[in-house]
């Protein structure tokens, strides 16, 4: 019912940047807090940036001060801008939304993931 799409992968040097996007589309009612998680290889899928429907923003402390999550409301896209990436940032990105959609029941929906490679 509800899908999640995520863009902005790919391979970066080390202390570059890059722009992750997801934008949600189907049969929404309202979006609830939206955010990205990562998973590197070998390693257990981690919260990176959560942002609510107010704007209220949780980071890792890993990402404090490098990554921005930021959202658009009227696209139901969430952003998450990362700069001074690091070789430790290498993972797969998911994106995450809690979605109140038709059935008037609030879901978590999950994007199909993003590769990021920091390259040292």
């Known amino acids: 019912q509800v899908q999640l799409v995520e863009s902005g992968g790919g391979l970066v040097q080390a202390g570059g940047s890059l722009r992750l996007s997801c934008a949600a589309s189907g049969r929404i009612i309202s979006m609830n807090a939206m955010g990205w998680y990562r998973q590197g290889t070998g390693k257990e899928r981690e919260l990176v940036a959560v942002?609510?429907?107010?704007?209220?923003?949780t980071y890792a402390d890993s990402v404090k001060g490098r990554f921005t999550i930021f959202r658009d409301n009227a696209r139901n896209t969430v952003y998450l801008q990362m700069n001074v990436l690091r070789s430790d940032d290498t993972a797969v990105y998911y994106c995450?939304?809690?979605?109140?959609?038709?059935?008037?029941?609030?879901?978590?929906?999950w994007g199909q993931g993003t590769q990021v490679t920091v390259s040292s």
């Open positions: 942002i609510t429907n107010g704007g209220s923003t």
């Open positions: 995450n939304a809690n979605v109140r959609d038709v059935s008037w029941i609030n879901r978590d929906y």
